[in-house]
């Protein structure tokens, strides 16, 4: 892992711990998180990646993971396009990937 990767992983956790204590201790009301928060911690990650490696398979899959648990999580029942959806981006990663 390259350093400005580590410290930007650093900070983003750095920040999620600082506002789970926050909201423990009262001062941020416990409706802060929508249902499906954590799949931010797929998204991000993600869209860092293709933004500095430009687009990998890993990178798409993990985008496409973290968006389909954010929908379903939403309330949108993806459940039967799962694993086409995870085929169809990993042959868009691998057609795109640099040789």
């Not at 802060?32 to 990998?56: H, R």
């Amino acid at each position: 892992m390259n350093k400005n990767n580590r410290y930007f992983l650093g900070v983003i956790i750095l920040i999620f711990g600082v506002v789970f204590l926050l909201q423990r201790l009262g001062y941020i009301p416990d409706t802060i998180f929508f249902e499906g928060w954590w799949t931010l911690l797929l998204i991000i990650p993600a869209i860092f990646s293709m933004s500095k490696q430009g687009v990998t398979t890993g990178n798409t899959v993990l985008l496409v993971l973290g968006v389909f648990f954010l929908l379903d999580a939403r309330g949108w029942n993806l459940s039967g396009y799962l694993v086409p959806v995870l085929l169809i981006a990993l042959g868009v990663g691998i057609l795109l990937k640099r040789r």
